[in-house]
């Protein structure tokens, strides 16, 4: 039984996909640090820890997997992102991913931050 190979996007540098993430909410208005406050709720990271997976270049999975605390209100997450619905997703690093997405996505239509939050 062949094992499917991991996406490409899980050995892909954090630090690379994070100033594309940043691009998307500050071309609609929106901020880094708002960017950040998503990271971090999601995450568990602090503004420090953050800083430290960037410039080490920790690639998205070691990312995701070394988070402190990922936020437990995230299933509260839903809809769709790049065509995928994110509560059908089953590969659990991939919906983490994608959950990131999501928010940023909400992030740039203009959502208010406590909504994004699920506060």
């Known amino acids: 039984m062949a094992v499917a190979a991991k996406h ?3 050995s892909m540098s ?3 996909v994070y100033p594309l993430l940043v691009a998307k ?8 640090a708002e960017v950040d ?10 503004a420090k820890e953050l800083g430290a997976k960037l410039k080490k270049q920790t690639d998205f999975e070691t990312f995701i ?9 995230r299933a509260l997450i839903k809809g769709v992102v790049c ?4 509560e059908d997703i089953k590969e659990p690093t991939m919906r983490e991913i994608r959950y990131l997405d999501k928010l940023i996505d909400e992030l740039a239509k203009g959502k208010a931050m406590d909504r994004i939050l699920r506060k």
């Open 83 to 86: 065509g995928v619905r994110v």
């Open 65 to 73: 997997a070394e988070a402190p605390r990922l936020n437990p209100s």
């Open 37 to 46: 406050e998503i990271i971090r709720w999601l995450t568990g990271y602090g």
């Open 14 to 16: 954090f630090a690379r």
């Open 8 to 10: 490409r996007i899980y």
């Open 25 to 32: 909410a500050e071309k609609k208005g929106r901020s880094k």
